[in-house]
């Protein structure tokens, strides 16, 4: 499985730069905007499969855990988590402002592919993911409940804390009450990270209600 999401992300990420260097971001916006909707059916698969930032920052999350870069902490100014609107806001206006007054498409999609590389380098990728990314905080809001996505079967979990170990957003943890690990959803990127390392075979992607 790993390969083939493995294989989906390359897939996609050649799609992005070819959409970039034709001049069609709008279309990988219209893309975007889709995943919103599939979203409230199916959770952040564009997260965890699509989005060219996540699909970049893997490798740059090794490469900064090898060069022993990356920090426990995220950023004191972030943590309120307002930032992401900001970024939202402000890139929309960026947008629009370049388009109608100086006739320019900016990329703005390249603008914050590099911002998630230089923070990836020093940051683990929930900080990009949940505190920063403008995109992650519209799939925040549309995959908060969805009908599908990934969930444990509390019975079997035993509390290893494996599965947090991998998640790229601090979106799965074991609770101090029962000891067993739950996954807020809205974090979730369906990435299958967890589902991969649980020694119970207890995560799967199912439904939810
Ligand atoms: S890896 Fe599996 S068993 Fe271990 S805490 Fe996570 S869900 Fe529970
Ligand atoms: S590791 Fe599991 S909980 Fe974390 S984002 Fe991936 S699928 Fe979701």
């Not at 897939?11 to 069609?24: C, M, N, S, T, Y």
């Not at 067993?180 to 799967?204: A, G, M």
């Amino acid at each position: 499985m790993k390969y083939i999401i493995t294989v989906i992300r390359i897939l996609f990420l050649a799609l992005f730069i070819f959409l970039i260097l034709k001049g069609k971001m709008m279309l990988w916006l219209a893309l975007f905007g889709v995943s919103l909707i599939v979203a409230l059916v199916f959770g952040r698969v564009y997260c965890g499969y699509i989005c060219p930032m996540n699909t970049v920052m893997i490798p740059v999350e090794g490469l900064s855990k090898k060069l022993r870069l990356q920090k426990d902490q995220s950023p004191k100014w972030l943590r309120s988590g307002i930032f992401p609107w900001f970024a939202l806001a402000g890139s929309i206006i960026f947008m629009v402002l370049t388009q109608k007054l100086l006739d320019l498409r900016i990329p703005i999609l390249m603008i914050w592919l590099a911002v998630s590389v230089l923070v990836t380098l020093r940051y683990k990728p929930s900080v990009f993911h949940n505190l920063i990314c403008p995109f992650g905080a519209l799939l925040k809001v549309f995959g908060r409940s969805p009908i599908f996505s990934e969930k444990v079967n509390k019975q079997g979990c035993i509390g290893c804390k494996l599965c947090t170990k991998v998640c790229p957003s601090n979106a799965i943890e074991v609770k101090k009450e029962d000891k067993k690990s739950e996954i807020k959803t809205s974090l979730c990127l369906q990435c299958t990270n967890c589902q991969q390392v649980c020694p119970k075979n207890t995560i799967h992607y199912s439904k939810q209600r």
